[in-house]
């Protein structure tokens, strides 16, 4: 497609929409799409958040809460299993929350398309934060407490063929989410040193630490609180905002089981059934 009318395109809402419908579609019939970058030649970071935002409003409409944010890309290590080189953020759904009761939690296989999972740490924003250059010091002022999390990630794009635009576009390639008892004491810990280590069907399996995320999981969320905010939107108390991965993703087959233990929590037990 020439540049020009790629240009011309991305301004348009009608487009816009159409590729939200496009995301949405895919991800409630279960099937995968060519990369937008590929199929409309869109590159640019801010029109594929408009698509992402729209398809946000549109499930928000139809009934979706939201529960938070997912921060992504901000490891290395996930950087070079996905390709991208940026981090970029996506909003949490509540239809694909999967509460854990004693540490356990379950989520159906079928609902996802091609998953994979990852340890994080999550924040409970306590004070919304809501003015210029937030730094992580009123990051961790303003969080309430922290959990040791896992985030389900999956892709409505064909084979996870991702390009920066194509992920943002499709919400940060939320898939689910399960979060451990949070913890008021945790917030007293040095959050750069916390370990983490990811057990598959109980063979330790990916070992990380919260320096992954960006040197600092809380540098991570002051990124999304100004990322957030120049789109004009705040985040907000009561919000829950994931990290990013503290080490690389691992891919799930149905019946899997895995077990994220992490600093002095109790293990956090995800199966897929
Ligand atoms: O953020 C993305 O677009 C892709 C997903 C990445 C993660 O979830 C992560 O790095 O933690």
Partial sequence: MPEQ???TQTTDDALIIALAQRLDQAWEERFTILPLTESEGITNADIAY???THWTDMRVQRGERIIGRKIGLTSKAVQEQM???EP???TLWASRYFPARNGRAEAPFEIFLQPRVEGEIAFLIGETLD???ITPQQVLAATEALAAAIEIVDSRIDRWRIKLADTIADNASYGGLTIGAWSR???SSDLRTIGMVMSHNGRPTVFGTGAAALGHPALAVAW???KLRAFGIPLRAGDIVISGA???TIPVQRGDLFTLEMHDQPPLHLRFV
């Fill in 5 to 7: 009318s790629v240009t």
């Fill in 50 to 52: 408009r698509i992402q």
């Fill in 83 to 85: 390709g991208v080189n």
């Fill in 88 to 90: 970029d953020y996506g």
């Fill in 131 to 133: 003015w210029p250059d």
């Fill in 185 to 187: 004491a945790m917030r």
């Fill in 224 to 226: 999304l609180a100004n």
């Fill in 246 to 248: 503290l080490a690389a």
